[in-house]
């Protein structure tokens, strides 16, 4: 896997759509982490949700639930690998257009699946902004 770092912005990664999904498909089942976003659904009825432990501002720890589709869960997972580490803020998220390049081999028809990813960080992000709550 490749890591480069842009000065200002997110990490970006090199991640195969297959990867993402083997390894979300296992880690989607753990247990929630104790700070929780809103599950976020889209018209389609797909949902997914973001839960962390973070401490001294960082992702130290990030999971995901999500509907049974298996780009989703691979979004997600994409998510948990680019952000898991980071500083938690909406500056670490990376444009949509950045996870659907870095989550490679999804079809054009299943890329719209990395919105309701996104959208389910950012509902996370918020939930810590407006605990202003660190978890030690």
């Not at 797909?46 to 962390?52: G, I």
């Not at 998510?79 to 999804?106: F, I, T």
């Not at 959208?119 to 939930?127: E, N, P, Q």
């Amino acid at each position: 896997m490749i890591t480069t770092r842009d000065p200002v912005g997110p990490p970006t990664r090199d991640l195969r759509f297959h990867d993402c999904l083997e390894r979300g498909m296992e880690t989607r089942r753990r247990p929630a982490m104790p700070l929780r976003g809103r599950a976020i659904r889209a018209a389609s009825g797909l949902e997914a949700s973001f839960s962390a432990d973070v401490r001294r501002h960082r992702m130290q720890a990030l999971r995901f639930e999500c509907s049974t589709c298996v780009t989703l869960v691979a979004y997600c997972q994409g998510v948990v690998d680019l952000l898991e580490g980071e500083v938690a803020g909406m500056s670490a998220v990376p444009a949509l257009d950045e996870l659907v390049a870095c989550v490679r081999g999804v079809p054009a028809t299943m890329q719209d699946r990395a919105a309701i990813a996104l959208g389910a960080y950012r509902a996370l992000i918020t939930t810590i902004s407006s605990e202003k709550q660190e978890v030690e």
